[in-house]
């Protein structure tokens, strides 16, 4: 019989810090320091943590230890699209010539970097089916609110600005879209979804009218559905006078197959850490490079990159450019990766979403006779069940079948969303998983189904297997502790005040 | 730990799951078993101020859960005469007791006749039961 | 022709799920889309490159840019070539952290929690606030979002901006204004830095005040008495801060800020043409539910154990929607780590020496280049304005003819300033390339 090993709290970095500790190395100078005026001077240290390089090695080696990313295993978060980073990205982003390279260099210094932006716009015109680029947007989120803003200007310009003010968003649309659509001054107008999962074409044919500016929808929608009657749904807002937005999220179902531009979209953001590879960081970084059709070229955020000749540059002069969204000409070290990753496919970029399709449909077919599936359709590259088969019969929720995944050391699926179905578990493989993957994925799925059955608490105490159990986000919620209350513990180092911390520096 | 589901006969309802307690021209507000069950522990309550005034129909404060936040819309008009304090520290009152001690604010009614556009607890029972 | 390396689809592999999903082809899975709307032809793509060429191929790229290690440069203007140590690298080359997403469950994901909550604490430690959010996309950006929690808190639509400010947070600030339904007002610089009586006087019915401090020009702004301006109209103080220079200087908590944002590039980030990076926000307690994007807190698990879960959620899009705080999803969590990472490695007494070297270095630069100063009375941090007897653009052009950087042409945002040439000196400079840059500038 084996005794247990006691558990090792984990430590906070500050709560491993004594005074006196350091990690850093600075070269040494013996000019004299000018005073700051001391209305303006720091009069406390602030209290970063004091530890020498070994110990913080093994901190922030400890907290990878307890994350789970794609590298881990399987990560089948819904609408994500998170696939596999490939290492070479993390080369050529390292290349000097692009890691040391200050924004503001002089063109002719920057030749190189320019060139790959240049190529990339290409690039991303020609997979959406439209005219131009801009890269600068952060992220999805910010692409999304810079298609907003170009919606504006265009109808401004147009003398239109005042009278349209509302934009269409569906009910199944990702929480950014109604959260942008806020951001950008506009009125939220929501439109349903019918039985087979496409958009409610009577809602749109009834309210889109002269006081509409566009549609924002992902296609595949957030149900992993394509919307058959897309081209009429483009028809009536184009009819009405207005334009239509390309949430990208789901862009890894159709690259290749069919491109946004064609499908009626004047305006589409790309999410680079979705499709096109850039490493998801935790949380970030992400890229959100959006494409418009001609008609919206003059709005786009300054500077553009152009050519002339076998030279590339920044253009400033577009007067009717909707302003800066984010500095500079954008997250470049992202361009890096997904310029990179696109060059390994060229034109079979179609054999990825192929893959992805296939995957999600594979895994669709083992689970849909044990999960609830409420459209009951060929899915694209992801699908959405309900669990609540599984709530009806044995009290086992989503949030359930989610904890217990996790003992299969699996990342569970993205839950609760969409809003329409109940007991969503919404499931994404991506093209980068091989067959026995997906395979160990539903054979735990269906196992946790049996156990809802048979072993109940075992599901509803989950997860077993993870350095925690189930965390109390009511009192998180509460109390609101979201920095280390140094107050609380007097006993480690104090931040001292800067007069005590020179003379000390002095003694040593 | 919640309680368990009633809707007490003395009081009226509205539809978006709002109780008052009529007293003379003042009336105490809250919000019914359905709405606390549905947000699961209340954590927050963003509370108007006293003196403030409300208008039927409207949102005069928000409650919070990890899940969800929900405006808390006036069933009646009128002037705030008291908020319930003791629900800064302990907001989860109103999934425990949502009639008594989980009260929200008090109000001068404006408008009585208001109250009689309001809903019985039939009545408020039966559009449950449609939900 | 091999496949992607990416894909471990096999033939066998791809019958045998045709069989189960019950289709005969791939072809067959897109049969909902529309004949109108698929892509007839293959993607106008150049063809699929294996690794080494790709490889060869972004050297190619790379080897045409000047970069910091290819030129000395005094380049600064809101990006830094501060020192990035060697355990950052190692750190983030974690697949754990580079590969993650948002922590949603939290017990597959208590490392980048942790790591994100100890990110929050340093902010606020650097900063004097009581709350920061886990990032946002840059300093311009995070600016934005400030004058955004200022105007639902304070219920005005004003927003106040001192031209002093960098050029590109008060270009995006600008840019976002209109969809927030806020108006922007400019206070000038004075001599290089901004006059708080002209700042109380724009501030009334402002929601929010922005300076920079040390500001565009590396001069050091009268930042307590321009909080105590903004405050006496009850206007919000958003200070955007050099996180560097917070061991040297004090932190807006300390002075009656409400906010403090800023550019966190210089700690622990590459200069990489811009980005990414990460933006910090940080506030007063009082805004906490007010906050953008996302925050982490401290809880218990089932057992006890002390854990960390994202909170205050209800802030966010993916519950609030259209009400939400912001749009934000995707932030910079891997950069902002590299930040935590950056300042934990360098500690107080670091931060400290970082901040004096670059007042002695720049001291020594101001003298040794022996150029009239565009603001002559004004103490400075870790850049300066200094008047070259010519274009900037051109010293610039001559200047690098010689190997050399020499800074950034303040002409290109300032009226009157086409002569001047803004220098950053970081830590990284010695006294020997301070001489050289003498030399070029023909000092």
Redesign the interface.
């Known amino acids: 019989m084996s005794a247990a090993v006691p558990?090792l709290?984990?430590l906070?970095?500050?709560e491993q810090s004594r005074p006196g500790?350091?990690?850093?190395t600075?070269?040494a100078?013996d000019?004299?320091?000018?005073e700051?005026?001391s209305?303006?001077?720091?009069?406390?240290?602030?209290?970063?943590?004091?530890?020498a390089?070994p110990e913080?090695?093994r901190?922030?080696?400890?907290?990878?230890?307890?994350?789970?990313?794609?590298?881990?295993g399987f990560?089948p978060?819904g609408s994500?699209t998170?696939?596999?980073?490939?290492r070479?990205n993390?080369?050529?982003?390292s290349?000097?010539?692009?890691?040391?390279?200050?924004?503001?260099?002089?063109e002719d210094?920057?030749?190189?970097?320019l060139?790959?932006m240049w190529r990339l716009q290409e690039?991303l015109a020609?997979?959406a089916?439209l005219d131009a680029v801009t890269l600068q947007p952060?992220?999805?989120?910010?692409g999304?609110?810079t298609g907003?803003?170009l919606m504006?200007a265009y109808f401004s310009d147009r003398g239109e600005g005042d009278l349209r003010d509302t934009v269409f968003v569906a009910d199944t649309a990702?929480?950014?879209n109604?959260?942008?659509?806020?951001?950008?001054?506009y009125k939220?107008e929501k439109v349903g979804t019918d039985a087979r999962g496409n958009l409610d074409l009577e809602v749109l044919r009834e309210r889109v009218n002269e006081r509409t500016a566009g549609l924002m929808l992902t296609n595949p929608s957030t149900l992993g559905?394509?919307d058959?009657s897309?081209?009429e749904v483009a028809r009536i807002f184009h009819g009405a006078g207005a334009l239509l937005y390309y949430d990208g999220a789901n862009l890894n179902a159709?690259?290749?197959?069919?491109?946004p531009g064609?499908?009626?979209f004047d305006i589409v953001h790309y999410?680079l850490?979705k499709t096109f590879s850039q490493?998801?960081?935790?949380?970030?970084?992400?890229?959100g490079p959006v494409a418009v059709r001609e008609i919206l070229e003059p709005f786009l955020?300054v500077p553009a990159v152009v050519r002339d000749g076998d030279r590339f540059r920044f253009d400033y002069d577009r007067p009717k450019s909707?302003?800066?969204?984010?500095?500079?000409?954008?997250?470049?070290?992202?361009f890096?990766r997904s310029?990179?990753y696109?060059?390994?496919?060229?034109?079979?970029?179609?054999?990825?979403s192929?893959?992805a399709?296939?995957?999600a449909?594979?895994v669709?077919?083992?689970l849909r006779d044990t999960y609830d599936l409420p459209f009951d359709?060929?899915c694209m590259h992801e699908f959405v069940l309900s669990a609540r088969n599984l709530k009806r019969d044995h009290g086992v929720t989503a949030l359930d079948v989610?904890?217990r995944l996790?003992d299969y050391r699996f990342?569970?699926p993205?839950i609760y969303?969409p809003l329409i179905v109940p007991e969503a578990l919404m499931i994404e493989p991506t093209?980068?998983?091989?067959?026995e993957r997906l395979d160990a994925f539903a054979d735990a799925m269906l196992a946790i189904a049996r156990e809802a059955a048979e072993e109940r608490d075992l599901v509803k105490d989950a997860?077993h297997r993870?350095?925690?159990?189930?965390?109390?986000?009511?009192?998180?919620?509460?109390?609101?502790?979201?920095?280390?209350r140094f107050e609380e513990h007097p006993q480690l180092?104090a931040?001292a005040p800067?007069g005590a911390?020179v003379e000390a520096?002095k003694g040593a | 730990m919640a309680a368990d589901e009633s809707y007490p006969d003395d009081l009226k309802y509205h539809a978006e799951h709002d109780w008052a307690r009529i007293d003379g021209d003042t009336a105490t507000l809250g919000i019914t078993w359905y709405a606390q069950d549905a947000l699961g522990e209340i954590v927050h309550l963003e509370a108007p101020e006293d003196g403030s005034s409300v208008a039927a129909g409207e949102s005069y404060g928000e409650v919070e859960s990890v899940k969800a936040v929900s405006d808390l819309i006036a069933p009646l008009s009128g002037e705030i005469i008291e908020v319930n304090a003791a629900l800064a520290d302990a907001p989860e009152t109103i999934n425990e007791d949502p009639y008594d001690a989980g009260w929200l604010i008090k109000i001068r009614l404006t408008d009585p006749a208001e109250v009689a556009g309001l809903l019985d607890v039939d009545a408020y029972r039966k559009l449950l039961d449609e939900q | 022709m091999t496949g992607s390396p990416f894909l471990s689809l096999t033939d066998e592999d791809r019958d045998e799920m045709l069989a189960t999903i019950g289709v005969s082809s791939v072809e067959e899975l897109f049969r909902d889309i529309p004949e109108a709307v698929r892509l007839h032809r293959p993607l106008e793509l150049e063809p699929p490159l294996s690794e080494p060429e790709i490889v060869a191929h972004l050297t190619e790229l790379a080897g045409r840019n000047a970069h910091t290690g290819s030129e000395l440069s005094f380049l600064g203007a809101g990006i830094y070539d501060h020192y990035v140590p060697a355990f950052v690298d190692a750190m983030l080359a974690r697949g754990e952290f580079l590969t993650a997403y948002t922590p949603y469950q939290p017990e597959m994901s208590q490392g980048v929690l942790q790591a994100i909550f100890e990110y929050q604490t340093v902010i606020c430690e650097l900063t004097g606030m009581d709350v920061s959010n886990a990032s946002g996309y840059d300093g311009p950006t995070v600016t934005a979002d400030a004058c955004y929690v200022a105007k639902h808190a304070t219920g005005r639509s004003k927003i106040v901006l001192c031209e002093a400010v960098n050029p590109q947070v008060r270009q995006v600030v600008k840019t976002y204004a209109p969809g927030f339904g806020l108006s922007v007002v400019e206070v000038p610089q004075r001599e290089g830095t901004t006059d708080p009586d002209e700042l109380r006087e724009a501030a009334r019915d402002a929601a929010g005040v922005v300076f920079q401090q040390p500001n565009f020009f590396g001069c050091l702004e009268p930042a307590p008495d321009l909080a105590a301006a903004a405050n006496e109209q009850e206007a919000l103080p958003i200070a955007y801060v050099d996180p560097l220079s917070l061991g040297v200087l004090e932190a807006p908590g300390e002075y009656g800020c409400a906010i403090a944002v800023g550019e966190g590039q210089g700690a622990g980030n590459y200069q990489s043409y811009g980005g990414p990076h990460y933006g910090f926000l940080a506030a007063r307690e009082d805004y906490v539910r007010r906050m953008p994007g996302r925050i982490v807190g401290e809880t218990t698990d089932l057992d006890g154990r002390r854990a960390f879960v994202l909170t205050l959620q209800t802030r966010e899009q993916h519950i609030r929607r259209e009400k939400a705080t912001h749009n934000i999803t995707t932030n910079q969590t891997l950069l902002a780590l590299a930040g935590l990472m950056y300042l934990s490695w360098l500690g107080p007494q670091g931060l400290r020496e970082v901040g004096e070297t670059c007042l002695a270095l720049g001291a020594y630069a101001k003298e040794r280049l022996g150029l009239p100063l565009a603001f002559p009375d004004r103490a400075t941090f870790k850049e300066f304005a200094v008047r070259v007897g010519r274009p900037g653009r051109e010293a610039i052009a001559a200047a690098r003819e010689s190997g050399v950087h020499p800074g950034y042409a303040l002409g290109r945002d300032y009226e009157g300033l086409e002569d001047v040439l803004l220098v950053a000196v970081t830590e990284k400079r010695t006294t020997a390339e301070i001489d050289r840059l003498a030399e070029v500038l023909g000092a």
């Open positions: 558990e709290p984990t906070l970095v500050f500790r350091r990690a850093s600075l070269p100078h000019l004299p320091v000018p700051v005026p209305e303006l001077a720091r009069t406390r240290a602030p209290r970063l943590p004091e530890l390089e913080l090695v901190h922030f080696t400890g907290l990878a230890d307890r994350t789970f990313g794609v590298d881990t990560y978060l994500c998170m696939k596999h980073n490939p070479m993390e080369r050529v982003v290349l000097p010539g692009f890691r040391d390279l200050h924004p503001l260099q002089e210094g920057a030749q190189g970097a060139e790959l690039i020609e997979v089916g952060a992220a999805g989120s910010q999304e609110l907003l803003m504006r990702h929480g950014t109604p959260a942008s659509v806020t951001m950008a001054g939220l559905l394509f058959e897309i081209e159709v690259c290749g197959i069919s491109r064609d499908m009626g999410n850490h490493p998801h960081g935790g949380g970030g970084p992400g890229g955020p909707i302003g800066k969204v984010r500095g500079f000409a954008g997250p470049f070290g992202v890096v310029y990179a696109i060059r390994s496919y060229g034109p079979r970029l179609r054999e990825m192929e893959a399709v296939l995957n449909n594979y669709l077919a083992r359709r060929l989610a904890k996790m990342h569970p993205t969303f093209e980068t998983e091989p067959k997860p993870r350095p925690v159990k189930r965390v109390d986000e009511v009192q998180a919620a509460k109390r609101a502790i979201v920095r280390y180092s931040g800067t911390a520096q």
